[in-house]
Every structure is written in structure tokens, then in C-alpha cells.
């Protein structure tokens, strides 16, 4: 499974961007989609996801209000559409999928089966 991640770029606060996760390879199953970032000299922090149906989303209390996630399930894409981003917000945003619970949301890094390279998202104060 490959997951491309792309969308990233850098901005002014107040500016949006919308990342967006396509997953390739071997034929996928049904799969729950997490976002997480990392920061210089951070911890990976999750920061959003998304259950297979896109019935259900969880967001990190930092962007509760500013972003929102979605999915393609015909495109095999997922985006986090990321408005009023702040300094705080930069960091390389990494996607995930989760193939075990495709209808449950995971924020522990644990819980996601494969990964994407990350895409880093720069924003200028």
C-alpha cells in the first residue's frame, strides 16, 4: 500500500490550505484515515480522522473549528481542508489508514497499519 500525501506549501496565517492523501497499490478494503503532524524537535501529534463512510470524524482540540477532513471513497483520497492556520500549525502532516477498525477513530500513531511520507506545511507569521 503507498499513500501519497501532497498539498503542502507554505502560507500567512489566516491563509488556508487543503491537503489531500490518495492511497494506491494493492486493492484496499474498507479503512479508517488519520492525519497526524510533527513538528521540529516534537512528538507526532494526531490531528484529525476519518471513518471509512465519512460518518464520523475526531479532530485534535488545536484545530477543532479551523479544519475539516473528508474523503473520496471513488478516488481513494482524503482531505484535510486547513483554514486559519496559524505559526503553530507548521509541520511535515503525515496521512495513515487504519484497515483493522475502518469504522472506529484511533488517535495513537499504534493504531495505523501504513503510512505516507508527509507533505510539510510552512505557516509565516
Known amino acids: 500500500v503507498q499513500l501519497q500525501a501532497s498539498g503542502g506549501g507554505t502560507v500567512q496565517t489566516g491563509e488556508s490550505l487543503r491537503l489531500s492523501c490518495a492511497a494506491s497499490?494493492?486493492?484496499?478494503?474498507?479503512?479508517?484515515m488519520g492525519w497526524f503532524r510533527q513538528a521540529p524537535a516534537k512528538e507526532r501529534e494526531f490531528v484529525a480522522a476519518i471513518t471509512w463512510t465519512g460518518g464520523q470524524t475526531s479532530y485534535a482540540d488545536s484545530v477543532k473549528g479551523r479544519f475539516t477532513i473528508s474523503r473520496d471513497n471513488t478516488k481513494n483520497t482524503v482531505y484535510p481542508q486547513m483554514n486559519s492556520l496559524e505559526p503553530e500549525d507548521t509541520a511535515v502532516y503525515y496521512c495513515?489508514?487504519?484497515?483493522?477498525?475502518?469504522?472506529?477513530?484511533?488517535?495513537?500513531?499504534?493504531?495505523?497499519?501504513?503510512w505516507g511520507q508527509g507533505t510539510l506545511v510552512t505557516v509565516s507569521s
Open positions: 497499490g494493492r486493492p484496499l478494503g474498507r479503512y479508517s
Open positions: 495513515a489508514i487504519d484497515e483493522t477498525y475502518p469504522d472506529l477513530l484511533f488517535t495513537s500513531t499504534y493504531s495505523y497499519d501504513y
